[in-house]
């Protein structure tokens, strides 16, 4: 955002930021990075307005007057595409819970938001022609394969977990939709279409867990990343068969950046035990579960609440606000 505004303004980037950009973005000259990242503008700009128009049908359709749907569509296609969270509702997004319209639209700029926009270059480019399914850079494999596996997993999970609890009034597809969509919402998007209060505590350790993964580095979601969470599964399934290079999809993966992966996660770790540790002692009264997702929420600037947070006390916020700056 900074950089697309930097040059709409015909401003020029200070040779640190363009670096870094050239590096996130595998330019190799200045012309090309501009270019990068005009199309990330354009391609951001493309999906949140048609989201907006599906999204504004479908508050019109839920009986809303013209201006409001619109009002409403703007609002929430940037929320989630951005991976916001916020909701105009005041149970969040609740109301909506068997509008398809609606939550399936969200859910997808959600998953499009995290998906990191090299991945999202590298699809325009597929469905422009340009280049080929088999042609996806490593990162692009790792990112969608990984996703797709998380987002699966946590679906059919919270499908059975809660098939008979928070779950047991909906129809068998509404079940599907309901499941898919708090599993894609906790890839540190924020939202949520039923009571997380009323969820089995498993299935609350669940998401904790996704929600400390995240998304896509160069996504606009948090959390340590898939792309670790990948690393850090072949090293170990590497480690276990007495291997010593970690290889992924036929390519090598450099041994620095191994230990680096390994690193953030550890330090991860450490940081959310702390923060957690700090929390129990200040807020005493709270149970130990919802104080964890609370700070893990926190950590992977989720969002997210099982309904404590306007209970926290001024220490307790404080705390919570600071583990979303360390996020």
Known sequence: L?????????????????????DVLDASNLEQLLTEILNIAKYALFIQMWGMVILTLGFSYEG?????????????????????????????????????????????????????????????????????????????????TTTAVLLATGAIYIFFSEFLNTLDSYSLWEKIQIAFFQSVTLRTAGFNSIPFASLHAHTIFLMIQFMFIGVIPGSTAGGIKTTSLAILFQSIRTTLRGKDQVVIFNRKISPSVVVKTTALTFLSIVGVSVVLLVMLKVEPQKDFLSLFFEVVSAFGTVGLSLGITPLLTSMGKFVIVVMMFVG
Do not use: W
Not at 2 to 22: N, T, V, W
Not at 65 to 81: K, P, V
Not at 84 to 91: K, Q, T
């Open 64 to 144: 809303y007057d013209f201006s409001t749907s619109l009002y409403y569509g703007f609002f929430h296609s940037i929320s989630a595409f951005c991976n916001a969270g916020f909701a105009l509702f005041n149970n969040n997004l609740e109301g909506f819970v068997v509008s398809p319209m609606i939550h399936g639209t969200i859910a997808a700029l959600i998953i499009l938001g995290g998906l990191g926009f090299m991945v999202l270059r590298e699809m325009m480019d597929v469905l422009s022609a340009k280049r080929k399914i088999s042609q996806f850079t490593l990162h692009s494999k790792v990112v969608l």
């Open 2 to 22: 900074y950089a697309s505004m930097a040059i709409f303004l015909g401003q020029s980037l200070e040779m640190k930021d363009r670096l870094m950009m050239m």
